[in-house]
């Protein structure tokens, strides 16, 4: 049944991105972002369905950083280790604020487990969704395509490139934290995420 989905859903991307990506590189991706996702996702009932979500960002970033598709707004990264919780809410911070005048994608250097409960919980109150987020590794063509890649807690285990601008943010770690402290960090966020923005000309 995997198979079958994923192959449906390589046939869909290949028809896409037809003359820009190889059929072969497209089918390529989609298998091997179900097997990534699969070794460090505790949630398997909608795998399938997060694979195609997360082959599709990476066709999209490999078309990008070789040029074969435009970059209409600015390209953000955030990582940290797990990607369950300060670069996911970074991420959807910076997409709630920026109203689609920036492209955001968000990973981790070792994914594992599902999004942080409490972190969906604090951004909740500020009326901004994770629901949908899940963990996913760092790719090299997302890192490729970034215009911006900001680091929380990862070390050197982000590829560098020249020509991209890197940071990295001392923030605290939202795992195993009461609510009261995941508001503090989610307001930290929001607050450097609003001076990034502003130094983006959003």
């Avoid at 059929?23 to 070794?39: I, M, P």
């Avoid at 770690?173 to 930290?188: F, N, T």
Wanted: glycine content about 6%.
């Amino acid at each position: 049944m995997p198979h079958t989905v994923l192959a449906r859903t390589a046939a869909d991307l290949a028809a896409k991105y037809e003359g820009v990506v190889s059929r072969q590189t497209v089918e390529r991706c989609v298998f091997e972002s179900y097997t990534a996702l699969r070794r460090t996702s505790r949630v398997h009932a909608h795998l399938t369905t997060l694979a195609g979500r997360f082959a599709a960002d990476r066709l999209r970033a490999l078309a990008q950083s070789d040029g074969s598709v435009p970059k209409d707004v600015p390209e953000v990264l955030f990582v940290c280790v797990q990607n369950a919780g300060r670069s996911q809410m970074a991420a959807a911070i910076a997409a709630h604020l920026a109203l689609g005048k920036v492209h955001v994608r968000s990973a981790g250097s070792k994914p594992t487990g599902e999004i942080n409960p409490v972190a969906i919980q604090a951004l909740r109150e500020r009326g901004i969704d994770l629901t949908n987020a899940y963990p996913k590794p760092l790719d090299d063509r997302v890192v490729h395509a970034a215009d911006v890649i900001i680091t929380m807690g990862c070390g050197d285990t982000c590829p560098v490139y020249p020509g991209k601008r890197y940071e990295e943010w001392d923030v605290a770690d939202p795992a195993g934290q009461p609510l009261a402290v995941v508001r503090d960090i989610r307001d930290d966020l929001t607050s450097r995420v609003s001076a990034l923005l502003r130094q983006l000309n959003v």
